[in-house]
């Protein structure tokens, strides 16, 4: 690759690094390549970026970035998995494939600031999505509003059962 093709594909790495909300780095060595295109299809799927990216032109697009952390990981085949929208999604995507392809292993990540080895790789795809949370905030939202309507309610709610117990009390009585 000359200097030029060089220079445009660090621009490209720098500019895809640029809003990135999580990076796992894997070792692909040994994978077929039909099984590297399905691996492909399910990052892409969920809005997530698989590329081999030489390790050099790597370290050197995130020299002085929040990224540079990364540098530490790229040595040997590598394969670079990001997504600028859930950080859970690269993680648990190749989770599920280095757990069927025993040649493809992960490395290691980075997420907010910090470098993740492979049980930081597995405790961020167990972390709740965006969504998750967003119901769970909801729920604990509605549940103060629920239980004050129960509380209000319940005194005329236990009248109506004690008229329904004495209707039904006097009809069998007479």
Request: charged fraction near 20%; proline fraction near 5%; charge should be positive.
């Amino acid at each position: 690759m000359d200097k030029a093709g060089k220079e445009q594909v660090l621009g490209e790495i720098k500019e895809s690094f640029k809003n990135v909300a999580s990076i796992v780095i894997a070792d692909y060595s040994g994978i077929t390549v039909p099984v590297v295109t399905a691996m492909r299809d399910d990052f892409r799927k969920a809005n997530c970026h698989y590329r081999v990216i030489k390790n050099s032109l790597v370290k050197i697009a995130v020299k002085g970035s929040k990224l540079e952390p990364i540098s530490t990981l790229m040595v040997g085949t590598t394969a670079v998995i990001w997504s600028t929208e859930i950080p859970q999604d690269p993680a648990k995507i190749a989770l599920k494939w280095a757990k069927d392809q025993p040649k493809f292993t992960i490395k290691g990540g980075f997420y907010e600031g910090s470098v993740l080895d492979l049980a930081g790789v597995s405790a961020l795809a167990t972390m709740p999505g965006k969504n998750e949370i967003r119901a769970s905030m909801l729920m604990t939202l509605l549940a103060g509003p629920q239980a004050f309507a129960a509380q209000i309610l319940a005194p005329v709610q236990n009248f109506a059962y004690l008229l329904d117990a004495r209707r039904r009390e006097l009809e069998s009585a007479g």
